[in-house]
Structures are given as C-alpha cells and as structure tokens.
C-alpha cells in the first residue's frame, strides 16, 4: 500500500545540494554497494516518545497544485448502470487454455521484497506459515533500458529461482514505465501499449514456467504511480494496455493468470493526487461495453482496512474505532462495492484476487495514524477474520494477497523501525514472528484440513 505523495518545499534539497557538493571537495566520493545476501547488521530498534492515548485523524496534508496539468471536468458517476449488452466471453485464452483461469480454493499468498536482501529467511517463514504464493513488484524501468534491451540481472534471476526451490508460486507486480515509454518522460502508465506488452511477453518467455501470475500495474488511480496526474481518461487507456498485454502473455505462457492492477481505496478525487476508486473502476468497466472480461483473469482489488475490524462496513454496521470510519474505503468490505460494480457491468464471470489486504500497527508515518490503535494481537484477530470473511461469504475471490511480509526488518536496516510499512509486517525487526503471523498458520492449516 502507498502513501499519497507529499510535496516537500524546494529549499531543502537544494541545501543539501550544496552541502553534498562542498563535502565533495574535502574527500573523495565512494560508492555504497548493496549488502550480500543474510551479512546486514542486526537492526537497532528506536523507540519513539509515546504515543496519545487518542488518536486524532491528521487528515489530507496540503498539496502544491503548481504544476498539475489541467484537466477536463470529471464526469459524473452515473447512479444508474448502463444496461449492457449481453456479454460474450471467450471461452478459450491464446493459448488455448480456458478464460479465465480459475482456482479451485482460495489462494493465500503475502507480498515480499526479496530484492538485495536475505531471502532465505523470509521465504522459509513464508513457507511454514502456510502461504502458498509469493508477491513481488518489479519496477520495469530497472530492467528495460535502451528500448528493446532487457537487463535481467543476475538479483532477479536468483529471487525467481529462489521462491520456485521453495516449492511457493510466483506473482510479479509490474510498475514504473522507462523515461522513455512513460507519459512526458514519466515513469507512470506507458503511451504506446504495445511497449509494456513487448516487456511483459520477454518476461514471460525467461521465466517461463517460473511466473504463475502477472498483476499489470499497482493502484494506478494514484498520481503517484502515475507520473504525478491521473484522469477517467487513463483508466480507458489502462484497459488498452491490459488488452495488449494479456494477449502477449497468453502467446508465451499460457498458465500464466493475468490480474488487473488494484486501484487503492480511495474516495478522493483529484487529478494531481487521485482518483477514486469507484470512478476509475467505472471506467475501466465501461469501456467497449466492457470488453476487459476477455483481457483478464482477475480483477485485481485492494480493500481498505484502517483500524476497523473486517466485519464492519459504513454505513449500516460502522466501527467503534477513532476516525477513519465514516466511508466504505476505510473497510476491509469495501471489495463487496467493488463486486456490485462488476456484476453490474456484466462481469461476474470473473473472480476478484485481493492483491493486498493488511492492518497497520504502532508507527510514526504522517496519514497513518489509524494504526496506533491497532494492537498486534488485534492485527492477527483482523487479519484472521479477513481471511475467514472472504472464505465463508465471497465464493467469488480467488485469491488474497498479505501485505505485508518482511518490511518490518528491511525498513529497520535504513533506520526506520516505525515507518508504516514496518507496522503491517507480521515479524518483528529481528525476524521473529508478531502474533499475526502464528495466527495465520494456524488458520490456514484449518482451511486446508477442511477443504481436502
């Protein structure tokens, strides 16, 4: 999940600018080289002052609008769908294989990064908890540069190779276009489609056999992960780009099951910062009378949470938490708005894969103060009931994503023990297990018995 971004005023980096440069003069520069694998240093925990006792909603931090390109006005969400025309869905992918793929339980797997660091302990927890799949993000512009040239690398080879010993399936996360694809030299969402479905396609043929999924993009709604402006407009041109790739995908490897990217949960609507979730997903589902059923396997959903516990919803049964209750994308049920939305667009062919789910606890990011009252044993029992929810009430889920795994560790080695991607982990800074984490085991071995 990802912080909204936050405009920073200009004085600071130039100070540091010149601070960096006259230090430049004295000494001769070195360059730092990421740690081997399982050789960083043990993480120093800082504790910070104490927390209030209540918390008090920081709200939406002021954003600089300076350089935010103007935008058409954007249209209404229509309160009546559309009556659509009676779908027809292909019976068969490319590559001959049923469309779209479907599992025959719920699939649970949590999101890692296993990128320069240890990634045999993760991996091991990972495994004895009970997961099943792994989900990495790739930044594509790390691995595509000129235009045509894939740079693999030796750190990616090792990491696919290393969940695939382990006996986990494998998803990758694609994000962040090349200068060189992106909108103006961004690294958002690419201009010509046929670009990303050139990477995904090269992709798919080295690791073939070794990716099991494919999640085109991460909360595209966002600014942020956009190139820093998102419109309805990019939603249309997200599902062209997802017609193209899932095409390229299915040519190479057709087992491979091609997920939506997850628009965040969120009800604001502002093109600099982003676009609501129902908006966009409106869109995308609009388009071509919905011609995204043929493009993909699973609409990828990313389901609030907050500090509510997973039964609640807004507004018929909201939660007794302070703050961050009063709309649906603070709830973990927020994906049943989603579902309707789908059902009535005509896609309930296709099942939901929550690519991340999770519960922030104790942490000092500015936005995420709803994870102070959040305890780690109300972290297992929420996260528990997610997973129970899902399993009993949507036969129309798939699979469901933890984030997060092993931040909490990684964030502490750069000296941030309390950031709050740290405080969705469920291990400790030092690799031990939080209560979330002896929860799910159990729960899982439980959901297997009884499914045999």
């Known amino acids: 999940m990802t912080s909204l971004p936050r405009f920073v005023l200009a004085v600071v980096p130039v100070a540091l600018l010149i601070l960096s ?7 001769p520069a070195t360059i730092a ?3 081997p694998d399982a050789s960083f240093p043990t993480a120093a925990i800082q504790h910070p002052a104490a927390f209030p006792a209540q918390v008090t909603p920081a709200g939406i931090p002021s954003f600089s609008y300076a350089n935010v390109t103007p935008s058409p006005t954007l249209q209404p969400i229509p309160t009546a769908l559309p009556t659509p025309i009676p779908p027809t869905m292909q019976p068969l992918s490319p590559g001959g294989l049923p469309h779209p793929l479907r599992v025959r339980r719920i699939q649970f797997g949590v999101h890692a990064h296993l990128f320069w660091t240890d990634r045999a302990t993760p991996l091991r927890l990972a495994k004895d908890a009970g997961f099943g799949w792994i989900r990495q993000q790739i ?4 691995q595509e540069g000129p235009p045509g040239f894939y740079a693999w690398g030796a750190e990616l080879d090792a990491l696919i190779a290393e969940v695939n010993a382990r006996g986990l399936k494998l998803m990758i996360s694609v994000v962040r276009s090349p200068h060189f694809y992106g909108r103006g030299g961004s690294d958002g969402l690419p201009e010509n489609p046929e670009a990303l479905g050139n990477f995904v396609a090269a992709l798919a043929q080295r690791y073939k056999g ?5 999640q085109i993009w991460n909360e595209q709604n966002l600014a942020y992960e956009n190139g820093g402006y998102v419109s309805t407009d990019d939603a249309r041109h997200y599902v062209e780009i997802l017609k193209v790739a899932y095409r390229r995908i299915k040519e190479v490897d057709p087992a491979i099951i091609v997920v939506s990217g997850a628009p965040a949960s969120t009800a604001v609507d502002s093109p600099g910062i982003a676009i609501s979730d129902i908006r966009y997903y409106s869109a995308m589902f609009a388009y071509e009378n919905g011609s995204i059923r043929n493009y993909v396997d699973a609409i990828g959903v990313h389901p609030g949470g907050s500090a509510n516990p997973p039964e609640t919803f807004w ?3 909201p939660s007794p938490a302070q703050g961050w209750t009063d709309h649906p994308t603070f709830y973990f049920r927020n994906v049943e708005r989603i579902r309707s939305l789908m059902e009535g667009y005509g896609l309930a062919d296709i099942p939901v894969w929550i690519t ?3 519960w922030a606890t104790r942490n000092n990011t500015p936005g995420f103060e709803f994870g102070n009252q959040v305890s780690y044993e109300q972290q297992a029992q929420y996260i528990i009931g997610a997973m129970q929810w899902t399993a009993e009430r949507y036969p129309w889920v798939d699979a469901m994503f933890l984030w997060n795994l092993n931040f909490a560790p990684l964030r502490a080695r750069n000296g941030e023990p309390w950031h709050e991607q740290a405080s969705f982990s469920i291990i400790n800074t030092d690799y031990t297990p939080r209560p979330a984490y002896w929860a799910i085991q159990q729960y899982i071995v439980q959901y297997n018995a009884h499914r045999e």
Not at 21 to 27: K, V
Not at 210 to 214: D, G, N, P, V
């Open 356 to 358: 991340e789910f999770g």
């Open 33 to 35: 080289l990421p740690p």
């Open 210 to 214: 070794r990716i099991h999924a494919i």
């Open 315 to 317: 507004p018929d049964a």
């Open 21 to 27: 440069l006259l230090l430049g003069c004295i000494a």
């Open 139 to 142: 930044h594509w512009k790390d």
